[in-house]
């Protein structure tokens, strides 16, 4: 079932020199549950096209369609909190925050009661393989490999449907980036997660399902 | 006063008569020691005996009290150079004889024109009236007190216009302190910048992530002014309601700018942040 498509999408922005047209006539689908990956050289437009999808920014043309609705008439907002969550690679967790505490920020945005809020939170750290210990652990006593797993029990910690990881893995070393590519795998295959990955690493996109391939703006689908 | 030159004096003016202690002391009916005191420097004379002494001695009360000899001069010209004993002095030693104090006329010169009023008041209660500027001939009848206080309205005109200045330079330094506000903001939350894309990431929007911010700088905000007034009440005391009351308008106008910055700071590209690449 198609969850998220893009149709004729294009995006350019002045930089202080020049006109740059970062995303040009995008076209494609996503389903549910499928892996996807988005690979393509660095200024290729793969964070822009992510940020787009994610309602971060608004693209200059064409729609970007979730269920059938334009994202444009959406309250893009309630849209990333409810639907759909972005996994940087630089992990981007609330340094002062343990882990629990950092996944259940998003329940407490869509005002869940505390107790249920704690509850949901070591449910989904134990989703994504984590011991209970590491629940109230701040992210300076983990590992990347733990840091990113948080970051992913946050990103679906509020009941979406789209996971959007901007390089997932890039500053994983090989064990903890193939446990990170196996979680995101599972969370497509068996939770029905729509993921969409930017990656650079030929392992990682040979994980997903499907590939597009981005330069200068445009992209192809490979696989 | 100086006993030494007032002895000295006794002394000269004494040998200057051909007098002995003896003899002077005769004339005022004291002692000759009271006289070998006095001009030792030893003591004083009563007040009382001040003025036979000095028709004895042949000079003036006032050079007698100066304990020098002094120029002539015209006396309806000629103003006394200084107020030689404090006014209060002069009526306190003689409300402790028990005489009346009587003076047919005198000049002071305030040292703190702020003064002026309780000048007036004081001179009111001595029974001093005041009389309109436009009796002919400046012939009054009664006690009249004439009041020159060019120094007093010189003094007002110089603070008028030092408030009129700052009255206009207010807006200016309101407005600098918006500016001052939002410059501050701007560098100190920079560090914080993540922080404020990851929140938008998440999903919360622009206005609620302001409110989370401007409630942090809020309670900084407060905490400065309340301690900044506080301060000020306990430093200045009567003028510490103004303090206080500047202090809340410097607070807000910075917050306005702290709020103009955090805005804006909100508005950061969240890709461009939290993405590595860029």
Redo the contacts between chains.
């Keep these: 079932m198609e969850i998220l498509r893009a149709e004729h999408v294009s995006y350019s922005y002045q930089s202080k020199y020049q006109k740059v047209e970062a995303v040009r006539d995008v076209s494609c689908a996503f389903e549910k549950g499928k892996f996807y990956a988005i690979v393509g050289e660095s200024g290729s437009g793969k964070s822009t096209f992510l940020s787009l999808l994610a309602g971060l920014d608004q693209p200059c043309g064409g729609t970007i369609y979730v269920e059938g609705e334009p994202l444009s008439d959406m309250d893009r907002d309630a849209y990333r909190l409810n639907r759909a969550a972005v996994v940087y690679q630089a992990f981007h967790l609330f340094p002062l925050l343990t882990a629990q505490e950092n996944v259940m920020l998003p329940l407490e945005f869509k005002k869940m009661h505390k107790k249920e809020a704690v509850r949901q939170a070591k449910r989904l750290l134990q989703r994504v393989g984590l011991e209970s210990r590491v629940c109230r652990q701040f992210p300076k006593m983990m590992s990347g490999g733990e840091q990113q797993r948080v970051a992913i029990a946050r990103a679906v910690a509020a009941g979406g449907e789209i996971i959007l990881a901007d390089e997932p893995t890039g500053n994983l070393d090989s064990g903890n980036e193939e446990n990170v590519v196996a979680l995101l795998k599972e969370l497509a295959h068996e939770d029905g997660y729509t993921v969409i990955v930017i990656t650079h690493n030929k392992r990682v996109a040979d994980e997903t399902d499907h590939v597009f391939r981005m330069k200068d703006g445009r992209m192809e689908q490979v696989r | 006063m100086d006993n030494i030159k007032f002895g000295r004096f006794i002394r000269e003016s004494r040998q200057a008569k051909g007098m002995t202690q003896k003899q002077l002391a005769e004339k005022i009916h004291v002692s000759d020691k009271a006289v070998s005191k006095w001009e030792n420097g030893a003591g004083f004379p009563d007040i009382k005996i001040l003025e036979p002494l000095a028709a004895c001695l042949g000079v003036s009360l006032l050079e007698l009290m100066q304990g020098e000899k002094m120029g002539k001069w015209d006396e309806r010209f000629v103003v006394p150079p200084d107020v030689i004993v404090p006014f209060h002095a002069v009526r306190a030693s003689y409300a402790e004889e028990g005489i009346p104090f009587f003076a047919s006329s005198a000049s002071f010169v305030l040292s703190d024109a702020l003064c002026m009023n309780a000048f007036k008041q004081e001179m009111k209660d001595l029974g001093f009236r005041s009389a309109a500027p436009t009796v002919p001939n400046n012939s009054l009848n009664g006690v009249a007190l004439h009041v020159n206080d060019a120094a007093f309205i010189r003094t007002a005109e110089h603070l008028r216009q030092v408030i009129d200045t700052v009255r206009a330079f207010f807006p200016f330094l309101l407005l600098l302190i918006v500016g001052v506000g939002y410059l501050v903001t701007l560098l100190l939350l920079q560090s914080r910048k993540?922080?404020m894309a990851?929140l938008?990431?998440?999903?919360?929007?622009?206005r609620?992530c302001f409110r989370v911010f401007f409630v942090d700088q809020l309670t900084l905000v407060i905490t400065g002014v309340v301690a900044g007034s506080v301060l000020s009440v306990l430093i200045q005391g009567n003028y510490g309601g103004n303090s206080a009351l500047a202090g809340g308008l410097v607070g807000i106008c910075y917050l306005a700018g702290n709020s103009l910055a955090l805005w804006k700071l909100l508005g950061v590209?969240?890709?461009e942040a939290?993405?590595?690449?860029?």
């Design positions: 993540n922080e990851l938008r990431s998440i999903g919360l929007n622009r609620k590209s969240v890709m939290l993405s590595v690449e860029s």
